[in-house]
């Protein structure tokens, strides 16, 4: 099972994620079975904007299959920000190290590292595009929790119009056989219709609601995540409405006895404290189980064998990528290249879509 | 020999106490012996203040035991100062890892972690509160140097009415038979009565000195820290007197040939360079030593079985903690817990103590 | 072969060089052979100013010989700046680990290290005095691609005025047979004359030319470095010149097929990435030597057997040494040594010559 890069979850068939949520599970009912696996390998972590959480996970990992880690996450102090480019910067370290992992603010930006790597490289976040192993650290818990992938009723609550990490999670989890998605959130606020049209792709139904309390009878699996003030219409708006979007005693009260409340964290105050202790709270489960997706995953791509460095496809249209925050409008060596899809040009890097 | 958490020495009995400074000298004899006595277990330094010393202390402590870690030390570059809240950073931290180390500036934080970690948490340093393994180092440093903790006679200069790692010091070192003080300080700067009452409740004899020289002849150990310059009660004061408290080569003339001079470092002038020559300064084998005492104490958590979170006795009187540097200021999920003292009441986090 | 601190390259015999040059390249040819040769040993990595490329290959040397590390990377956040000498924290991070890795602003910091620690030290950079990895990295990937270290045709391009890396290339491959330089730079930018010196004691030839373009067709090496826009004589001069001191695939058109192109890193211009594909740019493989190199110049210094400190040679001179940089000047606990060259003293630590 090849994984010579994860970048984009979405670009592996199903077959290649039941196998690492498998080996999750396998590694989790026997981590000591793995403790050497990775002995001798060198991860990087290179984090050019700091994410603790993800950093510790990873490093976590790194140390549980006997392997070790070296890396940056403050670029502010380091030399990385004294110009160098992601290139050097890539094609050094994957010189050093065996595996690497990579955030970074820019859109496109585990892409572009990709041509350049001589080692299997990790989106650990590229801006606010992607960040592929939050979603498999969810799919992981399902299992955990769940047995299954399928069949499951999803509510997914917060600012579904913005929130990444729910469009991920809705497009992977649509991939499995009779998923059903509850949309909880403000009018404003819910899926766009691209998210909708892979929901209904996948043969998957659902159903947008307005409150928590409304959808929670039905739900298997309860995904919460924010909305910031911000995002609501008006202030007044936001003061009517926030206790409709947070998850306390007094909601959990009309929801099954074998619920899973999920979380990505960190949590401001969608959740509140006293939910910590029930039961049906698996948030901090979902972190551990972030650690043993990540473990699976790394033990999957160092078996890859080393490939030569494939070039990007070069481009046909002489344009740039609209995107500001693209990587290739930051380091200019790289070569454009998009796909055509109907009339919309798709950036190879960020996915932004242009007309043509 | 059960230790779950290290948030305070003075909750454990004499025995603990023997037991790990024992174990330390054990180590320190045939560390070859305990190279892999912690294989395969991770660390985590959380350092939400920076404290580079202790933070490389148990990071080779670790090491030395051939564990591993991960952690953090700049939490302003780091995401979990994005607002995630103290107990679900360490809810998904002791997630990952086998024993936490934290250092924080919020008195009580470390009490507060323990709240809700599953594994053995160490107190690194909860603002001027307390620092338990600072006291375990000078103590097992004594023990290696004198090979008793007993019978001697022990001299702490500096600022005595202020000094943290003085009183803890002073305090450990009282329940050990016949000891005796000599407490050298400016008459402005000398002990406070409750030490005095802990030294006379241990049976414990001293007297207080205004000068280093005029206690020098008798003592076996001499505890140099520092006065700083603002607590003088004048500059003029100052610029009298601060020559009393340097330990200078002319003053160690009067000292004992096996003196053990000892200072928690850094220091800044407090002892002259020249000093260091000496062989009586033991103040670079103290922090050695440190090593030694932490890789006990590790040790002797990790073997200690796993227990269910205990929560935090709630508090019967409904009031805040007075002390603004209090945890429970900032994080208002945790349970306030108080125990009556007379007609006092203390803070279980911080001991702060008001009236009731 | 004994090597108890690496402060200066220059100090080594020439058998020494040839030990480490040798031992890196069986290293490289059998990795698997040292993976656990410094198992159990601990490397301290002091950066007193960041440095990440040179941190992380040193700690990667480490890993892939089975050892570890602990230190500090930002002493602006860390208690390492709150005051404490240098002395102190070499004396306790001596007591810790096994060996020492220290980058300082300071010049002449490494030396006076290495009066006080008890583990063989290693100068990663101390300001812009010495930084002898990089020009071991250096002979050693010119040992790994042209088999030998004698009768070279070795061009150096930038700014051979300032260029301490480039100095110390010269004066190293300066001591192997028949040599020979070719100076690509700016008139103003010319190599000093004690380094024309150095080469003519050698018994190398040199010649000086203003354009990589005649110099090419002969090189066996072409070591690129860059020359600043400040350090042109005018901006007319910058602007008119820049382009013939960039390597680009057009001036490539020339050299020989075997040409070896090397680079310190980081490149900013001075390269055209276009440069990158052909497989004469050996700059991304000079990294992957770099830790090669450190690799056998660690476990070498980790075999020497421990030696008492030797205090400094004191002074005769009762003079401060001149260079604000100096060391000396901000630490001055730290005896004055000097050495006498002619008329002129020179420092022992940052090597800057003044009139007796």
């Given at each position: 099972m090849d994984i010579d890069h994860m970048i984009d979850l979405d670009v592996y068939p199903t077959k290649v994620l039941y196998d690492i949520v498998g080996f999750a599970d396998k590694i989790y009912r026997n981590p000591e079975a793995y403790a050497?696996?990775?002995?001798?390998k060198i991860m990087a972590t290179?984090?050019?904007?700091?994410s603790t959480r993800t950093q510790m996970s990873f490093q976590t990992a790194m140390l549980r299959l006997g392997g070790s880690f070296i890396g940056f996450d403050d670029p502010q102090n380091s030399s990385v920000s004294k110009g160098e480019s992601l290139k050097d910067t890539i094609r050094v370290v994957s010189g050093y190290t065996d595996i690497i992992v990579m955030r970074n603010p820019m859109e496109g930006a585990a892409q572009a590292a990709s041509l350049y790597s001589k080692v299997p490289t990790i989106n650990a976040g590229d801006g606010g595009h992607l960040h592929p192993t939050q979603t498999l650290t969810d799919v992981v818990t399902l299992f955990n929790k769940k047995g299954r992938l399928d069949h499951l009723t999803i509510g997914v609550c917060g600012d579904l119009m913005h929130g990444r990490t729910v469009h991920s999670l809705i497009k992977t989890m649509s991939r499995f056989e009779k998923n059903n998605f509850v949309l909880i959130s403000t009018p404003e606020l819910g899926v766009p219709q691209y998210i909708k049209d892979i929901m209904d792709a996948g043969g998957c139904s659902y159903r947008e609601v307005n409150t928590l309390e409304e959808a929670m009878p039905e739900l298997d699996i309860l995904y919460m995540t924010r909305i910031q003030r911000?995002?609501?219409?008006?202030d007044q708006a936001y003061l009517a409405q926030r206790g409709v979007y947070i998850l306390d005693r007094k909601k959990l009260r009309?929801?099954?006895?074998d619920l899973c409340i999920l979380h990505p964290l960190p949590r401001v105050d969608e959740i509140t404290v006293e939910v910590d202790d029930d039961p049906r709270a698996c948030y901090f489960e979902q972190a551990e189980c972030g650690v043993f997706a990540r473990m699976a995953l790394i033990l999957r791509m160092l078996e890859t064998p080393k490939r030569a460095l494939k070039p990007a496809r070069?481009?046909?249209?002489?344009v740039d990528c609209a995107n500001p925050r693209c990587i290739t409008r930051t380091e200019a060596y790289i070569p454009k290249s998009f796909f055509e899809s109907g009339d919309m040009l798709v950036c190879a890097y960020c996915e932004n879509r242009q007309l043509i």
């Open positions: 050497e696996a990775a002995k001798g290179l984090f050019y904007e700091p911000e995002r609501f219409s008006t009309r929801a099954k006895e070069p481009s046909t249209h002489p």
